[in-house]
């Protein structure tokens, strides 16, 4: 309000303010809380609703409080003045005005909303959640606003699918609720370095990197360490999906069991070999070096790059490549834009690597290929190029997806098999 009836009942909410302060048991009012509707009306009456408004007349925000008022009652907590407030503070600063002084503090407006009457607490205390960081292993936990379903797992909250509680017997009558910002923030997959076993049974166990459950050989178990590491069960469902992961391109890796000296690099599943050289200078030495363990990193290493990754070495070779068949194809500019490889991911691959692949008398037998040349697709026996038929390729035969478009170059030098 704009008036002197107004200006009037600040003095009194003032004065009140202080006498509430010194002495709340004096005080006689019949409300101390009323809802965010009815605050509102109260400030739609007082303010059109404008609940940062300041014309200067000496009353601030959307319940119209003087500065001394708001100062008497611990506005300035929030704000240096009410219009600067949030929308909650000044109604929580306009509860304990209404706890002092009752509904005539806003002599016009507070009836009119009947404000003395609502008796409702505007902002009423959720329910408390625990921090899941503070859940022992093997706690299931859910959000109250959804169905999800999570175990906790070394600080992670691994989701369990409807076909884990059972073969996994998961009691969801024990499920702990936690606030749903914290549900959602929880890691998906255990830290790296975990090792995790089926949590409905099983000999098997693995070790999560990047989201990928490694499988750890019997050998292993022992030799490289992981038998004195914590073995954590998780969800059936999860651990299947994550034993078809691969580790991250980039991550760099070494045997767990510190034997060999030997580093690499992955990509696309495949372990590639960093040389002495290539270390420091390629700044492999920079990166989170991670152990694995020594069977399956064998194995990684005697993998091939995937058909159609697009590769160039680490180093200043401005060289790209496309892998076919374990070959690495260089491709010109030319090739690179006209085979459509650059709207693939450039990847990285040590120099010495790349070279040796570079090198390969042809790509390994079973490898199909495709050149601007021509429409055949060729597939690669003994190191020859033989053509292809139409009905070798549908729904449980070949793929044209398989197929690699290289250089004609390239097909060009593969000798044709004779029969």
Known sequence: MRSAARQKSALAVTAAALLALAAPLLTTTEAAAASVATWDKVAQCEASGNWSINTGNGYYGGLQISLSTWRSFGGTAYAS????????????????ILAGQGEGAWPS???AAHLGSDHTDPYPAGP?????????????VKSPNGPEVKVMVSGSGVPVAGSDVAPDKYDLSKIVLIEDGAFRALPSAPPAGTVVHDQAGGAARYVVIDGAALPISAADWTADGYDRRADMGVPTAWLQAAVQRTVNNGRVVM??????????????GAALHISAAEWTANGYNTRTLMGVPGDWLH??????????????AADADPTVYVMAGGVAVPLTYADYTGLGYDKRTLEQAPGEYLKAAAAKAAPVDGTMLLSPDSNTVWQVVGGRKKAMTADQFGPGKLSFDDVVA?????????PTATA
Request: charged content about 15%; overall charge positive.
């Open 255 to 268: 045997d767990q069991s510190g034997t060999d000296p030997a580093r690499y690099v992955m990509l696309g």
């Open 299 to 312: 194995a990684a290493a005697a993998r091939q790059i995937g058909n159609g990754t697009i590769v160039k």
């Open 128 to 140: 408390s959640y625990p921090n899941p960081a503070s859940l022992p292993d093997g706690t299931l």
């Open 81 to 96: 003045r009410p219009d600067l407030a949030t929308k909650q503070q000044q109604i929580l600063t306009g509860e304990k």
């Open 406 to 414: 290289v250089p004609t170059a390239f097909t060009a030098k593969l």
């Open 109 to 111: 407006c507070g009836p």
